[in-house]
């Protein structure tokens, strides 16, 4: 099979779909790797590394598009590349089709199989093709590290001759993948960190990274999946009459609450942001998807009038560019092991549970039964 990775076009979208050190292990197991020119290089790969892991370097992106059984990308692709695609090829990459079905209708128009990496079941079986959780991993690392380098205070205690420093108060909200690693990051920056989730079987996994559950006393919201259910208004109403205060107390806040299909809760309304003390800092991981605080303006970074620094930064995983396309990379190489046969033939079992929840379209049809009743 012909694996073609275009470069990424999105504006600021430094990764790579698949590392050298992918490339050469499926060119070992009968793939052929094409590579478009530049692909790599926001990720640090250049040509010659995928050159040498046995990958075809191309230089017409067209050419390549043209020669793609399968083609591997990280962003959903946009109308130009949408308009590349080669009838009956396959194409493996994030699409969110139940936010956007138009996108899958217009794959579907082209013949073009979608399998859409975002849809892959969050199960044990499913984890080493996992893309949600090694980009989120990443972007829990970056919201902290952004953080810190905004945060006029330190975040460790030190105890100097010049007099002792407090350590750095942090709250997360949401603790999930993101979540639990900006927990991680910001224990070993030396800050003290709060968390809260409204998935109650958190709050161990929160306590054992040394961070304290803030506890809510509200029904808990856990839903299918290991995803979390919107909650309704009463409790929603509890919920922020206790964060305000640990938000009023904290020097920096990171928010990464998400759940499935709908926009992002809003958790820090703008009044709890104002009684926050001048210098402090908010990260919105949750920005694209609309922003867990009412302030938080996606793709951008700005000072309130209160002296608050909110961070809506896009697309955080790109920042860690190398070790994002890495852990992608490596996510890809499984999926496409359980979607090949010995001889690295393609083969969509759809009686497969990870299949079933990827697979969009197919033979011209959107088939995924949600995607599809949307996209009527
Ligand atoms: P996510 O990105 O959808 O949401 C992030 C977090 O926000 C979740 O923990 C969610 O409970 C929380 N949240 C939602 N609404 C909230 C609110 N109003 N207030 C506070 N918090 C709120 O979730 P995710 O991080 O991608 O994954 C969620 C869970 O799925 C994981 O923690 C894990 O248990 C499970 N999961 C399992 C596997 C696996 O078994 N292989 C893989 C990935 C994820």
């Given at each position: 099979m012909i694996i073609a990775i275009p470069r990424e076009t999105v504006p600021g979208e430094r990764r790579i779909a698949l590392v050298a050190e992918s490339v050469k292990r499926l060119v070992g197991k009968k793939h052929e790797v094409v590579v478009e020119s530049g692909a790599g290089l926001g990720a640090e790969c250049s040509d010659d590394e995928l050159r040498a892991a046995g990958a075809r370097v191309e230089s017409s992106v067209d050419a390549l598009y043209a020669a793609a059984d399968l083609l591997l990308k990280i962003q959903p692709p946009d109308e130009t590349e949408l308009g590349r695609l080669k009838a009956d090829s396959v194409l493996v990459s994030l699409a969110y089709p139940l936010a956007n079905p138009a996108l899958a209708r217009e794959v579907a128009k082209r013949r073009v199989t979608l399998l859409a990496?975002?849809?892959?079941?969050?199960t044990t079986l499913a984890q080493m093709m996992d893309v949600l959780s090694s980009q989120a991993t990443i972007a829990g690392y970056r919201a902290v590290l952004l953080a810190a380098e905004a945060?006029?205070?330190?975040?460790p205690m030190l105890m100097t001759a010049a007099g002792t420093i407090p350590p750095a108060k942090v709250l997360v909200l949401g603790a999930g993948v993101a979540g639990l690693q900006a927990i991680a990051t910001a224990r070993r920056l030396g800050a003290v960190v709060e968390a809260y989730d409204?998935?109650?079987?958190v709050k161990e996994q929160v306590e054992s990274l040394g961070a304290r559950f803030v506890n809510i006393d509200i029904a808990d919201a856990a839903g299918s999946g290991g995803y979390a259910k919107e909650l309704g208004e009463e409790a929603k109403r509890k919920q922020a009459e206790v964060l305000a205060t640990h938000v009023a107390k904290s020097d920096v806040v990171i928010t990464t609450a998400l759940v499935p299909?709908?926009?992002?809760?809003?958790?820090?309304p703008a009044e709890m942001v104002r009684r926050m003390k001048s210098g402090s800092v908010v990260v919105d991981i949750a920005a694209e998807q609309?922003?867990?605080?009412?302030l938080t303006r996606a793709g951008e970074r700005y000072r309130t009038e209160t002296g608050v620094t909110v961070i809506g930064e896009r697309n955080l995983p790109s920042q860690i560019s190398v070790h994002a396309s890495a852990m992608y990379s490596r996510n890809m190489e499984k999926l496409l092991a359980h979607v090949t046969?010995?001889?690295?033939v393609l083969e969509l079992d759809v009686a497969d549970e990870i299949v079933k929840g990827m697979l969009i379209t197919r033979g011209g049809d959107v088939v995924h039964p949600a995607v599809a009743d949307m996209a009527m």
């Open positions: 990496v975002d849809m892959i079941p969050r945060l006029p205070r330190l975040f409204v998935r109650k079987v299909g709908r926009r992002a809760p809003v958790l820090l609309g922003g867990n605080c009412e046969d010995k001889d690295g």
